[in-house]
């Protein structure tokens, strides 16, 4: 069976939201490692309550390049079984860029959640960016990793309206409770293995 990797920075909402619909949907995949670049991360413990193994890879005080420490999470993933040829890694609120080389060795096999509407709104602060652009529809996004900044072909969209007295925070929660249906749907479009990509597209099946 395919092996799941998720990579945590903080929370960990997503990564729960995926975990319990393996669990419940009978995705037929099986998930393998969280894993952390922060040690206070709340989602270790949220995994852990669940059963799942964890393991820390500190980037604080990490002495080395990005590669380095890309190769060590490559490590990791594939001591626990998420192969270039056997594994997805989701990336869930992971507040680092990976680096080119790790992109290019899971080609096709890394996906990321972003809260906007892509490609509108790339980067940080995507729900203040919508707020201060003045959009009028927001959501979320969940996509393939390619080399640039939220910009691999997109597998799927949650759409919400923006309200006229939203804030940040409270369209931040509403894209979220969209976020946590997105993304396990996502997960289980690509271990039935119906997502084809084509150039920039996806075609779901
Ligand atoms: C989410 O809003 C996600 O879209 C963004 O970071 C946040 C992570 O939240 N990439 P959580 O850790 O999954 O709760």
């Known amino acids: 069976m395919l092996n799941l990797g998720i ?7 997503n990564m729960e939201s995926i975990l319990k619909a393996i669990k419940r949907k009978k995705i037929p995949i099986n998930p393998a490692i969280i894993i952390s670049n922060k040690p206070d991360a709340k989602g270790l413990k949220i995994a852990q309550k669940m059963g799942i193994k964890t393991e820390v890879i500190e980037s604080k005080n ?7 420490y890309d190769k060590k999470i490559i490590s990791t993933l594939e001591k626990h079984g998420v192969t270039p040829k056997n594994g997805l890694i989701c990336l869930a609120g992971f507040m680092r860029i990976i680096s080119p080389e790790f992109v290019k ?3 096709n096999r890394i996906i990321n959640i972003h809260p906007a509407l892509l490609p509108s709104f790339p980067g940080l602060d995507a729900q203040k960016q919508a707020i201060d ?3 009028k529809y927001s959501g979320c996004t969940v996509h ?4 640039g900044v939220d910009t691999g072909p997109i597998i799927l969209q ?3 309206k923006v309200r006229n007295n939203d804030t940040e925070k409270t369209l931040s929660k509403r894209i979220l409770a969209k976020e946590h249906k997105a993304y396990p749907e996502a997960v289980r479009l690509f271990a039935e293995n119906r997502i084809k990509i084509v150039g920039r597209k996806t075609i779901i099946s």
Do not use: E, M, P, W
């Open 144 to 147: 393939f990793v390619d080399s």
């Open 62 to 68: 990490f002495k080395g390049s990005r590669l380095d």
């Open 105 to 107: 060795k899971y080609k």
């Open 133 to 135: 652009n003045g959009a």
């Open 158 to 160: 949650l759409v919400i």
């Open 7 to 13: 990579l945590i920075s903080g929370r960990g909402s």
